[in-house]
């Protein structure tokens, strides 16, 4: 499939997006970037956002369903991070499928039409700008930040992500 490119990105971007939320923690819930300020989210708010967002864009645009309700029934950390996870999976799952046509169609995106290619890196970049908004959550929580794209200053310059896998950070929440 031409547009490999795309799915191999999309699954490094699922265990990005879980690895930044797990450095967070449940009492984090309501931490604002200004407490004052609403218009900037709260780490629960960023979840909601991402687990709803990415839900509505690929039932929309790319007619995937996974048939679970995008939030989890918890909304603990925990809880975003398995049901985002678990959706996140079924969806790569099903694109996985798709062929070059199905990547070259253009349907309307919001009110102009664009490929599933086109949209599927919109989708990418919208994640990417609210990981780095969580990052800085991060760094003003003096949490660990790791790599988003390559080496940062945070890593010494040389890239390292926080986790190899899932299974690895799922141990890591454990302890």
Same mark, same amino acid.
Request: glycine share 6%.
């Given at each position: 499939?031409?547009? !490999?490119?795309?799915?191999?990105?999309?699954a490094?971007?699922?265990?990005?997006?879980? @690895?930044?939320?797990?450095f967070?923690?449940?009492?984090?819930? $309501?931490?604002?970037?200004?407490?004052?300020?609403?218009?900037?989210? $709260? #780490?629960?708010e960023?979840?909601?956002?991402?687990?709803?967002?990415?839900?509505?864009?690929?039932?929309?645009?790319?007619? /995937?369903?996974? =048939?679970?309700? &995008?939030?989890?029934?918890?909304?603990?950390?925990?809880? #975003? /991070?398995?049901?985002?996870?678990?959706? $996140?999976?079924?969806?790569? %799952?099903?694109? !996985?499928?798709?062929?070059?046509?199905?990547? %070259? !169609?253009?349907?309307? #995106?919001?009110? +102009? &039409?664009? @490929?599933?290619?086109? /949209?599927?890196?919109?989708?990418?970049?919208?994640?990417?700008?609210?990981?780095?908004?969580?990052?800085?959550?991060?760094?003003?929580?003096?949490?660990?930040?790791? $790599?988003?794209?390559?080496?940062? +200053?945070?890593? =010494?310059?040389?890239?390292a992500? +926080?986790?190899?896998?899932? %299974?690895?950070?799922?141990?890591?929440?454990?302890?």
């Open positions: 499939v031409r547009y !490999q490119f795309l799915l191999d990105t999309y490094t971007e699922r265990l990005k997006v879980v @690895s930044v939320w797990s967070f923690h449940d009492t984090d819930l $309501s931490t604002r970037p200004h407490p004052t300020d609403a218009r900037g989210r $709260s #780490f629960l960023q979840m909601t956002h991402q687990c709803v967002s990415e839900n509505n864009w690929l039932k929309n645009f790319f007619g /995937i369903d996974v =048939g679970a309700p &995008p939030l989890p029934g918890e909304q603990t950390r925990r809880g #975003f /991070i398995e049901r985002y996870w678990e959706d $996140s999976g079924k969806r790569l %799952e099903a694109l !996985q499928a798709k062929d070059n046509d199905y990547w %070259e !169609q253009e349907v309307m #995106f919001f009110d +102009a &039409p664009r @490929s599933r290619a086109w /949209i599927m890196v919109r989708r990418v970049a919208h994640t990417a700008h609210h990981r780095g908004q969580q990052m800085a959550m991060l760094r003003m929580l003096n949490r660990d930040v790791f $790599s988003n794209y390559g080496p940062t +200053a945070d890593t =010494g310059e040389k890239v992500y +926080a986790y190899p896998d899932y %299974e690895t950070l799922l141990k890591k929440l454990h302890s």
